[in-house]
């Protein structure tokens, strides 16, 4: 049976990451008996241009009624004045809404051969190897209500609301605990119950839930010190889980451990597995076009989605493999080149891999 994956290449460097992408499905296709269709939609900017809307309806019912979804990035300053609603960013979050992907896992890993490109010093970060489970269709990025609107003594005032259910913490620490279960079982739940009430419940339901996976040692941050902590010692940290706007801002933080946010891959996943798959980099407007954006954040993101979407995690782990053997070959696009090393292009550094899954 074949999988129906659905691409959204969307904005700035998007397209040409994608390309090299489809170069490594193409190859897992013919020569690894990988079966997939491929449908291509546009979001984002894309969208927006295409019919007006960042998340076109046909785009949306095409995410829905795929087995997973890759989506390269969206945004661009071309599309900064337009009405809220319209902005690239809606498209994104009506995805994460609409294919209701409430688990956000967002891995910082530090790969040896990259271990210089961090501006921590060697000893902090060698070795990382934690992941972020971040709530994505909650919290405050959704609750209700949310606006600005004028008071009664004529000022302005902006608000939103941070609202979770029980059942909305359950899942996502559901979802955590079992990630937990297959890596290093320590799960750090990020809060701030000393000021904020919604978070008091998140740290009674993960507890709660705790009793279930006597198997995972649970502990508790506040949000301050998690941030503090992932600089000063991230290798405490083995897996954390956190609401949408805490996930948002420690993943960044924790990916630029790494020194190489243009290596790092994601997965936003529903109930029952079905997913979008996306490099954690943004769309890169200053690059876009160039050839010279580092693919293999995209190409990690396909390794994911046979992961988790499409079962065959045996291609994963070639996919993975073949990323490292690149790196071996010293291959490195800008981002992640060290000053006076000569780097490769997108394409060059696409090949390079789709070569090395061939040979392995
Ligand atoms: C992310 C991004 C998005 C978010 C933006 C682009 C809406 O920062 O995926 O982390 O805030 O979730
Ligand atoms: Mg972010």
């Known amino acids: 049976?074949?999988?129906?994956?659905?691409?959204?290449?969307?904005?700035?460097?998007?397209?040409?990451?994608?390309?090299?992408?489809?170069?490594?499905?193409?190859?897992?296709?013919?020569?690894?008996?990988?079966?997939?269709?491929?449908?291509?939609?546009?979001?984002?900017?894309?969208?927006?241009?295409?019919?007006?809307?960042?998340?076109?309806d046909a785009t949306l019912a095409l995410a829905q009624a795929a087995?997973?979804?890759?989506?390269?990035?969206?945004?661009?300053?071309?599309?900064?004045?337009?009405?809220?609603?319209?902005?690239?960013?809606?498209?994104?979050?009506?995805?994460?809404?609409?294919?209701?992907?409430?688990?956000?896992?967002?891995?910082?890993?530090?790969?040896?051969?990259?271990?210089d490109a961090s501006t921590l010093k060697p000893d902090v970060v060698s070795g990382l190897d934690l992941m972020i489970v971040r709530e994505l269709t909650g919290?405050?990025?959704?609750?209700?209500?949310?606006?600005?609107?004028?008071?009664?003594?004529?000022?302005?005032?902006?608000?939103?609301?941070?609202?979770?259910?029980?059942?909305?913490?359950?899942?996502?620490?559901?979802?955590a605990f079992d990630i937990a279960r297959n890596r290093g079982r320590r799960l750090c739940s990020v809060d701030k119950a000393n000021v904020l009430e919604c978070t008091e419940l998140w740290r009674q339901v993960m507890t709660q839930l705790g009793t279930e996976y006597p198997d995972v040692e649970l502990t508790h941050m506040y949000v301050?010190?998690?941030?503090?902590?992932?600089?000063?010692?991230?290798?405490?940290?083995?897996?954390?889980?956190?609401?949408?706007?805490?996930?948002?801002?420690?993943?960044?933080?924790?990916?630029?451990?790494?020194?190489?946010?243009?290596?790092?891959?994601?997965?936003?996943?529903?109930?029952?597995?079905?997913?979008?798959?996306?490099?954690?980099?943004?769309?890169?407007p200053d690059i876009a076009g160039q050839g010279v954006a580092n693919p293999?954040?995209?190409?990690?993101?396909?390794?994911?989605m046979l992961r988790y979407s499409l079962d065959e995690p045996a291609l994963a782990d070639r996919i993975e493999q073949a990323v490292g053997t690149v790196l071996d070959r010293g291959l490195r696009t800008p981002d992640i080149a060290a000053a006076g090393t000569d780097p490769v292009g997108t394409r060059e550094m696409g090949d390079a891999v789709v070569a090395a899954l061939r040979n392995n």
């Not at 020569?31 to 019919?51: C, I, K, R």
């Not at 889980?241 to 290596?263: C, H, K, Q, R």
């Not at 293999?296 to 994911?304: N, Q």
Request: proline residues 6%; charged residues 20%; glycine residues 12%.
């Open 67 to 115: 087995d997973a979804v890759l989506l390269g990035s969206v945004g661009g300053p071309q599309w900064e004045h337009l009405d809220r609603a319209l902005r690239p960013e809606q498209g994104l979050l009506g995805l994460r809404a609409g294919m209701q992907l409430f688990a956000n896992l967002r891995p910082a890993i530090l790969y040896p051969q990259l271990a």
């Open 296 to 304: 293999l954040a995209t190409i990690l993101s396909v390794a994911m």
């Open 139 to 175: 919290g405050i990025y959704f609750g209700q209500p949310r606006g600005i609107r004028t008071r009664d003594d004529g000022q302005l005032e902006g608000y939103n609301t941070l609202v979770y259910s029980e059942g909305e913490i359950d899942r996502i620490g559901r979802s």
């Open 224 to 284: 301050d010190n998690a941030a503090m902590q992932l600089v000063r010692a991230p290798r405490q940290f083995d897996v954390m889980v956190t609401t949408n706007l805490f996930g948002d801002i420690l993943s960044d933080a924790a990916a630029m451990l790494t020194g190489s946010i243009g290596m790092l891959p994601s997965a936003s996943l529903d109930s029952s597995g079905k997913g979008m798959y996306e490099p954690i980099h943004g769309s890169a």
């Open 1 to 56: 049976m074949s999988h129906i994956i659905t691409i959204l290449p969307g904005d700035g460097i998007g397209p040409e990451i994608i390309n090299e992408a489809e170069k490594v499905l193409a190859c897992l296709q013919s020569e690894h008996g990988l079966a997939v269709t491929l449908e291509h939609a546009p979001v984002g900017g894309a969208g927006y241009e295409d019919s007006g809307k960042p998340l076109p």
